[in-house]
């Protein structure tokens, strides 16, 4: 069994390469996980059923003299108690939509009973409720809404969330808005056009996360030069010209994301620090050839791009992971993307915030 610090590297190393999902993206990757994991007990159930009907067969013989000189009794009837539970839950689950001051009106149909908490929701997950086990204690409220269908209680949260989009000279209209409530924190994040968004807490009206697209003009020039130095780093070149600009949240601090789609290289910059996190861009002038080069290597790369000195740092990982991992007790981790695997070019290098 590996140790608990050989673990978290190993979780790590399976992250390559590394993506960032909004909260709503991950939990339809997680429930689609729930149903393949629903229909794997499925299967094993049936497995079971049929080894169970097999071995009934060889059985039956033995005991039919016997069954058939008893009387018949009559089968048992069903009360429809699962039925009755399933409704409860269902009304349940509309009552606390409308708690929140909404009056949608879903239609509840599919229940799922886990040992921490029942889920109740809509067939296309617009609309799910967590309980307590046993229990009508509602622990979660997640629900979809378009703009048409907000009550008027919830217009000075989307004043909020539109007058960060009016600050990056973007389009104001929303296309959908998320509501989210667990465990005392209560948030409400609107969905515009391009996958941006603005998330809000509803206790403070706040605004704590959000991803939006900038014009290239409207950024700070120096923060623009800053990423093209970064990715001369890696080119060797200075040539290069950014078509999509993204301040966003990450790890409560707001970073800028400059990139190229077409050509596919990225930097990451701090937008308060002006540090350096991620540069993505794939070169054939930094190449490792083996996990006893990872640190060797990129040492000169890793001063460069973000000030860090990584002497006494351990590598971890190799090409068949796709990657490596530098740490240190105490110091940032080095996350290294390879290309090619058979000759080790890097793709991409970061640094953890």
């Not at 004043?159 to 104001?172: D, G, L």
């Not at 941006?196 to 939006?212: A, G």
């Not at 301040?247 to 290289?265: A, M």
Request: aromatic share 12%; hydrophobic share 35%; glycine share 4%.
């Amino acid at each position: 069994m590996p140790s608990q610090d050989k673990q978290n590297i190993l979780e790590e190393l399976q992250s390559f390469p590394d993506q960032s999902l909004a909260w709503e993206r991950s939990q339809v990757i997680l429930e689609n996980i729930r149903e393949e994991r629903r229909r794997m007990l499925k299967q094993k159930r049936r497995r079971k059923h049929l080894a169970w009907v097999t071995n009934g067969l060889i059985t039956c013989a033995a005991l039919f003299a016997i069954i058939w000189m008893n009387p018949f009794s009559s089968p048992a009837k069903t009360t429809g108690s699962e039925s009755v539970l399933e409704q409860t839950y269902f009304a349940a689950a509309q009552e606390a939509i409308k708690a929140i001051g909404m009056n949608k009106n879903f239609l509840f149909d599919e229940m799922e009973q886990d040992t921490e908490y029942w889920i109740v929701r809509t067939t296309d997950r617009q609309a799910i409720v967590t309980f307590k086990p046993n229990t009508t204690e509602v622990r979660s409220v997640s629900a979809t809404y378009k703009s048409d269908e907000l009550t008027p209680v919830y217009q000075k949260y989307v004043e909020t969330a539109q007058n960060a989009m009016k600050e990056a000279n973007q389009p104001v209209d929303f296309q959908e808005a998320h509501f989210f409530q667990m465990d005392g924190e209560t948030t409400f994040t609107l969905w515009f056009g391009d996958n941006q968004f603005v998330r809000v807490d509803l206790k403070t009206n706040q605004v704590t996360d959000f991803s939006i697209f900038y014009n290239l003009a409207d950024v700070d020039e120096k923060v623009v030069s800053s990423a093209k130095n970064a990715l001369m780093v890696l080119a060797k070149h200075d040539r290069f010209a950014f078509t999509q600009v993204k301040k966003s949240t990450t790890k409560n601090e707001e970073v800028w994301t400059f990139s190229n789609e077409q050509e596919k290289y990225s930097v990451e910059v701090g937008a308060k620090t002006g540090q350096i996190y991620r540069v993505k861009y794939v070169t054939d002038h930094y190449r490792i050839s083996s996990i006893d080069e990872a640190v060797t290597v990129t040492k000169p790369l890793v001063q460069s791009l973000f000030g860090v000195d990584i002497t006494g740092y351990q590598a971890y990982g190799g090409r068949d992971w796709g990657g490596y991992l530098l740490k240190s007790e105490g110091k940032p981790t080095i996350r290294i993307n390879i290309a090619d695997l058979s000759i080790g070019n890097i793709a991409a290098i970061g640094m953890e915030r």
